[in-house]
Every structure is written in structure tokens, then in C-alpha cells.
Nanobody
């Protein structure tokens, strides 16, 4: 059974910082793409940042220069450092990992979501 566990969300004032973490546990053969998505009330889920196994990254325009995604393959973990937070960054943030397991082959896995609230 593979699980993704997120941590690091919370309430912060505008201009502040938070660091999100996501670790996968279980019988994992390898991990491909890792990403962070977010969903604000009344809006569709959107990709915030993604990182390939080789370390290539991409970001939503709205977070470029403020957020940094990183990964630690040995720990099956992905991180999102969020600086200069704005009220419009308020959302539930979801971790996504594309995992290869002997039981289920390649497939997407999602974390449970962590709330990030930025006050003005």
C-alpha cells in the first residue's frame, strides 16, 4: 500500500514563507514526475510546480520567482518552498507523485491535501 503524506501547511501573513513536504511510503520501485497542485474555493485544481526525476522544473506563472520545488529521491520526497506569499496563494495544496510499483505498475498518487492560508 503506497501512501503520500504531506506536512507544512498553515496560516501565514502576506509576505511570509512556508515549506511543504510530501513523503511517499510503501513498496516503491521508482518515482518519476513529482508535483504540487492547488485548489482554491470555486476554482479548478492547477499545477503550481513540477519536477522531473532528472531535476527539470516548471512553475505556474503566478508563482515564478517566489516558489521553489525540490526533490530527494532517496527519501521519496518532494518539497515546495513558498516565499513572499500572497492572499491569492490561499488554497489546499496537493502533492502528486508518479510511482512505479510491482503491485500496480506505473500510476499517479495523491496526498491528502494541506491547507495554506495567507492573510492580508
Amino acid at each position: 500500500q503506497v501512501q503520500l503524506v504531506e506536512s507544512g501547511g498553515g496560516l501565514v501573513q502576506a509576505g511570509g514563507s512556508l515549506r511543504l513536504s510530501c513523503a511517499a511510503s510503501g513498496s516503491i520501485d521508482s518515482i518519476g514526475f513529482m508535483g504540487w497542485y492547488r485548489q482554491a474555493p470555486g476554482k479548478q485544481r492547477e499545477l503550481v510546480a513540477g519536477i522531473t526525476r532528472s531535476g527539470n522544473t516548471n512553475y505556474a506563472d503566478s508563482v515564478k520567482g517566489r516558489f521553489t520545488i525540490s526533490r530527494e529521491n532517496a527519501k521519496n520526497s518532494v518539497y515546495l518552498q513558498m516565499n513572499s506569499l500572497k492572499p491569492e496563494d490561499t488554497a489546499i495544496y496537493y502533492c502528486n507523485q508518479f510511482l512505479y510499483t510491482s503491485s500496480f505498475g506505473p500510476r499517479d498518487y495523491w496526498g491528502q491535501g494541506t491547507q495554506v492560508t495567507v492573510s492580508s
